[in-house]
C-alpha cells in the first residue's frame, strides 16, 4: 500500500509571480525536479498531471534517485514501458522502483520529452531550483543548463511505506512558503513533518481563494480540494489555513491577474469553510481549521478586511464545527499590536511568516495533532 509523501498542486500555465517555462513547454529536453520527500519507504513511485493540457504529452524517459547519489538512481516504467503519455486532462503514474528513501531526503526527478509538449501543467511557485537541458540526461549527473524556481508536471511521489496517518496542509502562498528561505526547505509543512515524524502534504497555492478561481492563482479551494488532498492515498487529517486572498485582494492595487476582486462577506467565507468540512468529512477526514493570521500593515489590510477576518477566526475558534482548532492568528501576533504580525516572525511584507515564524505554525499545528 503506498502513502503519499511529497505533493505540488496543479495550475493552469501562466506567467506567474517570476520566470518559468510554463507557457513555452518543453521539446526535446529534460527535466530535473529536486523535492523534499516528509515520508520513507523501500520504493517509490511518481504521479504526472496535465490537468491543463489540452493534448498527450509524451515522456519518453524517466529516472529518480536521492539527490547528489548518482549510483541511486533508477530508471522509471510506465506500465513496463520505458515511456508513456500523460493524457490531455489526464494523469500518469510510474511503475513503483526499488529505491531506499527516508523522511528528510530529497528525491531528484528527471523527465524527458522527445517531442513538443505545448503548455506545461505546473506549480508557480516552488521556492527550490528546477533544471532544464538538452537531450536524454535521465542518466546524467549534470548537463543542465538553466533553472527556474517553478515545478512541471510532477504532483506526487508515494512511496511504499503503506502509512495512514499523512497530514494534509491546504491553503494560499502562506502554505506554498512564500517568505521562507528559498531551497532550505523552510515552509511550515516541512517543519511539521520534522516535528511530528509524519508525512505531511503541502497542498497551498500563492494567491489562491477559496470562493472563486484566478488565472494565475488556480481553482478555488471548493473545487480543488478533491483533486489536491482527497485524492492522494494515506492522508487521514485536513488543516484548512484560506480565505485570506478572499479578504484582502478588493484592499489592494497590486493583483494583475484578479481585477475587479469581489467584497466578500463573512458568511459567504463560512459557508465554504462547511464546505470543506463536508468533502472532508465524507471522506473520512479529520479536519482542523486555522485561524487568519494577522495582517495589519501589509497591502491585503483594510477596515473591511479586517473586520471581516475577525468575524471569520471568531467563527473557526467558536462555532465547534471543525475537529480542532488551531489558533494562529494569536500563536504570531505582536503582544504590543495584536493585528500584526510580531516582528521576529514577519517576512517583511507584514503578510507572510519567515521562517522562525513558519516553524512556530509547525509547533502550534503539532499540538492539536
Known sequence: MFT????????????????????????????RQVVRLSGGGERVRIRLSHAYGTSPVRVAAASAGRAGEPGSLRRLTFAGAAGAEIPARGELVSDPAELAVGAGESLAVTLY????????TFHAQAFTRSYRGEGDLTAAADGFDAATESWYFLTAVETDAGRRDAVALFGDS????????PGADRRWSD??????????????????????????YGEKGLNRLSRDVLAHPGVDTLVVLL?????????????????????VEAAE???????????????????????????????????????????LNEWIR????????VDLDRALADPQDPGRLRPAYDSGDHLHPNDAGYAVMAEAVADVL
Do not use: C, M
Request: no cysteine.
Open 4 to 31: 503519499t509523501v511529497w505533493t505540488a498542486s496543479p495550475q493552469l500555465p501562466s506567467e506567474g509571480f517570476t520566470p518559468n517555462w510554463s507557457r513555452e513547454g518543453f521539446w526535446r529536453q529534460s527535466l
Open 113 to 120: 520529452f522527445d517531442g513538443a509538449t505545448g503548455p506545461a
Open 174 to 181: 502562506i502554505t506554498d512558503g512564500f517568505g521562507s528561505t
Open 191 to 216: 517543519a511539521l513533518a520534522a516535528r511530528t515524524g509524519r508525512p505531511v502534504l503541502n497542498a497551498g497555492i500563492g494567491g489562491n481563494l477559496l470562493l472563486n478561481d484566478s488565472a494565475w
Open 243 to 263: 480565505g485570506l486572498n478572499d479578504i484582502g485582494f478588493s484592499e489592494t492595487d497590486e493583483q494583475p491577474t484578479y481585477k475587479p476582486a469581489p467584497v
Open 269 to 311: 467565507l463560512i459557508a465554504g469553510h462547511r464546505e470543506l468540512i463536508r468533502q472532508a468529512r465524507g471522506a473520512g477526514l479529520r479536519v482542523i481549521g486555522a485561524t487568519l493570521l494577522p495582517f495589519g500593515g501589509s497591502d491585503h489590510w483594510g477596515e473591511h478586511a479586517a473586520k471581516v477576518s475577525h468575524e
Open 318 to 325: 467558536g462555532s465547534g464545527e471543525y475537529d480542532a482548532v
